[in-house]
Each structure stands twice: as C-alpha cells, then as structure tokens.
C-alpha cells in the first residue's frame, strides 16, 4: 500500500466525518466512548451470566450504534437546514449520552457490582417507559 493511497483514504474519511457532523465536539467522543464501554460491558455481563456471545445478538448491538450515529447525522444536518448552532445535534448527542450511560450502569448490575437502591428503581422506571 504506498503512502500517497493511506493518506488519500485519510482525507476521505476525514471529509466524511466533517460532512457527518460538523466540527468535532468533545461530546461526540463522550458519545463514542460511552459506546464502546457498553458493548464491552455488555459482552461481559452476558459471559458472567453464562449466556456465553451470540454473534446475531452482538451484530444487532453494533447495527444499533450504528444507527443512533445516522440519527446524531440527520441531526446535524437539520441544524445545518435550520441555521442553527448544532442545536439538534447536541440534543441527540446528549440523548444518547444518557442512554449508553443508563445501559453501562446496567450491565455493571448484571455483572454483580453494587448498585444503590435508588438507582436501581431508576433504571427499572425508566426501562418501563
């Protein structure tokens, strides 16, 4: 692979993720790591109950990120339309934010770890709506 080739792919991506969503805010990395904490927490928590990896269960969980990343884009995009400062992305962003962090406090209760009481009413409260 020569070097003038990676750079051209770079560039390509780096224009993608521009067009996708703008600047990069700290708040979409927020979003990405969150992600990928709950994936790992996630695969951990169903091999701690025994219910070993399913492939077509793991596969879903990653198509759905990648679907909460085309509504974070639509979102910019609307901003973009609307002339707004990222004012829709920023909701979504922070929108999913919660969700992935409610999801992680989850799997972290699966897994065993202690979890106040009061959260824990949280999370069901807000699983039932």
Do not use: Q
């Not at 996708?20 to 700290?26: I, R």
């Not at 990395?29 to 927490?41: A, N």
């Not at 679907?67 to 995009?77: K, N």
């Not at 406090?105 to 999370?123: A, D």
């Amino acid at each position: 692979m020569s070097l003038v080739w990676v750079c051209s792919m770079i560039g390509v991506l780096g224009s993608l993720v521009t067009f996708a969503f703008g600047h990069w805010t700290e708040s979409l990395t927020l979003l990405l790591v969150t992600m990928g904490v709950d994936y790992i927490t996630g695969v951990s928590a169903s091999l701690k109950e025994g219910r070993g990896l399913n492939s077509a269960f793991g596969s879903w969980g990653l198509a759905k990120k990648g679907l909460t990343l085309l509504v974070v884009l639509l979102a910019h995009r609307i901003d973009i339309l609307l002339e707004t400062d990222n004012v829709t992305m920023a909701a979504a962003v922070y929108f999913y934010i919660a969700n992935e962090l409610i999801s992680v406090t989850e799997n972290y209760g699966r897994m065993g770890f202690p979890l106040p009481e009061r959260v824990k009413k949280m999370i069901e409260v807000l699983k039932n709506k």
